[in-house]
């Protein structure tokens, strides 16, 4: 939608079209400083050029260590250095390297398949990963390893954890 003259555009996928969006059926949107939107669909991270109206899809392909460690997304987070973080259903925690489009995969919880649902950086920098079945974790971003873990053991009422967000 333009808010300015008040005109909208419709995308949707065309399966002939490997520019078109790749589902129907979107998650989330991120937009980031270079004027593209990343979009979260049903299965596939998307790329997405206002200026172009073009899309670009980048899915888990098994013989490529490179790409996301799984096709079901469930967040996006753009941290403060801008650096983009990605949370799949039982793939752990991705990061992409937007210069040359590769991903490193993360495992949240040591040998589990972690499903992300949520990511959060607090005013200190500290990096939070909010999950299906293990809690809050304090994530080290350069070891690629969770430091510390809230969940029900330690007193949080439920280890499914959808948001987060920082108080005084």
Do not use: M
């Not at 300015?4 to 980031?32: M, Q, R, T, W």
């Not at 983009?84 to 949240?108: A, H, R």
């Amino acid at each position: 939608f333009d808010p300015v003259n008040g005109s909208s555009h419709f995308y949707s996928n065309d399966p002939k079209n490997s520019e078109s969006i790749s589902h129907n059926l979107a998650s989330f949107i991120l937009p980031d400083e270079n004027d593209v939107l990343w979009i979260g669909t049903w299965g596939v991270l998307n790329w997405f050029d206002k200026k172009t109206g073009k899309f670009k899809n980048y899915t888990h392909d098994p013989n490529n260590s490179q790409s996301p460690s799984q096709d079901e997304l469930t967040c996006i987070y753009s941290d403060l250095t801008g650096q983009l973080w990605i949370g799949t259903n039982l793939g752990g925690l991705n990061s992409l390297n937007q210069p040359d489009e590769s991903f490193k995969s993360f495992d949240v919880e040591e040998k589990t398949n972690t499903t992300t649902i949520t990511i959060y950086e607090d005013e200190k920098g500290n990096f939070w990963i909010g999950t299906y079945h293990t809690g809050i974790h304090l994530f080290d971003r350069d070891k690629g390893i969770s430091i510390y873990n809230i969940s029900e053991k330690d007193g949080l009422a439920n280890n499914e954890v959808n948001s987060i967000l920082e108080d005084n």
